[in-house]
């Protein structure tokens, strides 16, 4: 059973620099979202894709973040420019385009630490 | 702007007690999920409720959904230390975005042997 999985698990980087995530989703789960997560807080959106439309971002996505699924399939998260307000889990969940009750499935994350 | 209102924000109990987490909004949802999270990791789902006033249960777990599908609640029955986590409550809402979802803050939960 392979689930959603996310690479890498930690990353440690200094402000200013840029810094790409991966997102492979569940096998044909067509919708990928992207959420971040601060301590204390619950999941925040930040964007979705419906197979490689990306359909909607959140205003939390500024213009230093980018996300793409070229193919329909993995996704990227790239930050350019880190702050320290960068700093979070960036969670990725996935789930079938077909279900009524947006039941979602989230990797384990990746825990990003900005110095 | 939609909030999910979670309480307790914290609660540390003794094994074998009974405890209700609740999740409650002034939006309506057209279904709303449970999600527990150990640190360090992703949220996993418990249940998804999707009808006013439906029950679900998971072994020791009842979920409700209220019935104007504005609020719920987990209860727990016998809580053993494996049940501590973050409980999340999550909400999908008609029309608009097509499923992103609205979380809570969540209700930190640890249960002593």
């Known amino acids: 059973d392979t689930g959603v999985s996310q690479d890498p698990r930690h990353k440690i980087t200094k402000r200013g620099q840029n810094v790409t995530f991966r997102c492979d989703p569940i096998?044909?789960?067509?919708?990928l979202y992207w959420y971040r997560q601060t301590l204390g807080q619950g999941p925040e959106f930040l964007t979705y894709?419906?197979?490689?439309?990306?359909?909607?971002k959140s205003r939390l996505l500024s213009d230093r973040f980018s996300a793409e699924r070229p193919k329909g399939s993995f996704s990227t998260l790239e930050i350019q420019r880190t702050e320290q307000g960068d700093s979070a889990m960036y969670l990725c969940?996935?789930?079938?385009?077909?279900?009524?009750?947006?039941?979602?499935?989230f990797g384990p994350g990746t825990r990003l630490t900005v110095t | 702007t939609q909030l999910l209102e979670q309480s307790p924000q914290f609660l540390s109990i003794q094994e074998g007690e009974n405890l209700t987490v609740y999740c409650n909004s002034s939006?309506?949802?057209?279904?709303l999920q449970w999600y527990r999270q150990e640190p360090g990791e992703g949220p996993v789902l418990l249940v998804t409720?999707?009808?006013?006033?439906e029950v679900k249960k998971l072994k020791r777990l009842t979920f409700q959904f209220g019935d104007a599908r504005k609020d719920s609640s987990l209860h727990i029955t016998a809580a053993q230390p494996g049940d501590t986590g973050l409980y999340l409550c999550?909400?999908?809402?008609?029309?608009?975005?097509?499923?992103?979802?609205?979380f809570g803050k969540g209700t930190k939960l640890s249960v002593k042997p």
């Open positions: 894709f419906q197979n490689e439309a990306q359909l909607e």
């Open positions: 939006s309506v949802f057209s279904s």
């Open positions: 096998s044909e789960h067509n919708r």
């Open positions: 969940a996935s789930t079938p385009g077909s279900a009524p009750t947006y039941e979602q499935y």
């Open positions: 409720v999707v009808t006013g006033g």
């Open positions: 999550a909400g999908a809402t008609y029309g608009g975005s097509q499923g992103n979802l609205i």
